[in-house]
């Protein structure tokens, strides 16, 4: 098979950069390891960027995100009992936090790939990159039983952070930024509506918390918990005691409790490979960068590298200029550090590490007690936490009859 470019991973970047490449007139294959079932229940964290919300509009899948979507204009932070809103759409002009989950942005992105965009095939496993530096490189995958070579001018990796792709980086070269937490975030699925209607994070001596939600039916809820922790350790009703502990306010409501419907260990971790570039493979999303969940920047990353692919590649379909696609790499990058930076702030801010007489955690609710003083440093958190790449972000591609 021979395409123009050969997208592996149907998660959000590799089906947003198809429907991108799609509507600029570029052809291209997304590969995808897993069935479709899979792909389309794969939870992550769900928070959109303002600017995320955008790019998905102007491709013309914005219209259940319109109607299901939960769009916040503030969020919470609690710490020593109190709770402390920030407002996020007054200090930004009106930029929201968008509760819209992967599952769904995936679902909606397939089925309108299926309907009318460039093939999509699941369950077909990506094996290497071959002839990386070469102008003709191909991906060797495994589908039906058999093994096939795709063919492409340029392969787009998109296969996150255990894929194939970014073996096809040599060592040389290429530099490996890692910083491992000790702690990880138990997150659970709850059958139960929100509490809250806005996002709480909290900053407890027991460690961080964070509500939120999926649906108005369905909350979502996050524990700091040692990394290594067995979800199986965590019966519903020590979830509900801990989360319960972790928010308590002299005059807030009681947690709403419910069925657990599902609970799984995120780990925290940063990883940023760069350049995020080797000859015709280019990496985007969770194959070339992982933060944190916290502020979840990891989604919104991978769609700014969506769009920012795209735009170089269709510039390079146009005209056979590859300009763009050589600053691909350092103008993602400029944009991940921030993320990077932003992320980790956001994490120790937040999260309790080892802290023997309470001195640390003393010390943490004094700086988040300056942050929210301070009307600057609440305007720099705002902007930040809806949408850390705007300024880089090129313009929004024609959409064909979304938003
Ligand atoms: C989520 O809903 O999964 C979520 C929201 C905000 C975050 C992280 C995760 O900062």
């Known amino acids: 098979m021979r395409t123009t470019v050969g997208i592996v991973g149907a998660g959000p970047a590799g089906l947003l950069l198809a429907r991108l490449l ?17 792909a389309e229940a794969r939870q992550r964290a769900g928070m959109l960027e303002q600017s995320t919300v955008d790019v998905l509009r102007a491709c013309g899948a914005g219209a259940r995100l319109d109607r299901e979507g939960l769009f916040h204009d503030g969020i919470e932070i609690r710490f020593d009992g109190r709770s402390h809103r920030v407002d996020l759409a007054a200090h930004t002009g009106g930029r929201q936090a968008t509760i819209y989950a992967q599952t769904e942005i995936v679902k909606d992105l397939v089925a309108l790939q299926l309907k009318d965009g460039p093939p999509l095939l699941f369950e077909a496993q990506a094996l290497a990159v071959e002839r990386a530096d070469t102008a003709r490189p191909a991906v060797r995958y495994f589908h039906e039983g058999a093994e096939h070579l795709l063919e492409c ?72 918990v040692p990394a290594g922790t067995d979800p199986a350790d965590w019966p519903d009703e020590r979830i509900w005691d801990e989360l319960a502990a972790r928010y308590a306010t002299a005059d807030g409501p009681p947690l709403r409790r419910g069925p657990i419907m599902s609970r799984s260990l995120t780990p925290m971790r940063t990883r940023v490979t760069e350049p995020m570039r080797h000859g015709r493979v280019l990496l985007a999303g969770d194959a070339a960068h992982i933060v944190p969940p916290t502020g ?108």
């Open 22 to 38: 799609h509507l600029a007139g570029v052809d291209c294959v997304v590969l995808e390891a897993r069935d479709r079932a899979y």
């Open 153 to 224: 001018d340029y392969v787009a990796g998109c296969d996150g952070s255990y894929g194939v792709t970014r073996r096809a980086l040599p060592a040389a070269g290429t530099r490996v930024y890692e910083h491992v937490y000790p702690y990880s975030w138990l997150g659970v699925l709850a059958d139960v509506p929100p509490t809250h209607d806005e996002l709480v994070y909290a900053a407890h001596e027991r460690g961080f918390a964070l509500y939120s939600m999926r649906t108005p039916a369905v909350s979502r809820l996050y524990l700091q």
């Open 296 to 403: 979840a920047k990891g989604l919104n990353g991978a769609v700014a590298d969506a769009v920012t692919l795209a735009e170089a590649l269709a510039l390079w379909h146009r005209t056979g200029g590859e300009r763009l696609l050589d600053v691909y790499s350092d103008t993602c990058l400029h944009r991940v550090r921030q993320a990077v930076r932003f992320s980790r702030d956001l994490t120790e801010l937040l999260h309790t590490g080892p802290d023997r007489d309470g001195s640390a955690h003393r010390s943490r609710t004094a700086r988040l007690r300056r942050l929210l003083a301070s009307p600057g440093a609440v305007a720099a958190l705002a902007h930040e936490y809806t949408g850390l790449w705007s300024a880089w972000c090129p313009a929004a591609p024609a959409g064909d009859g979304g938003g």
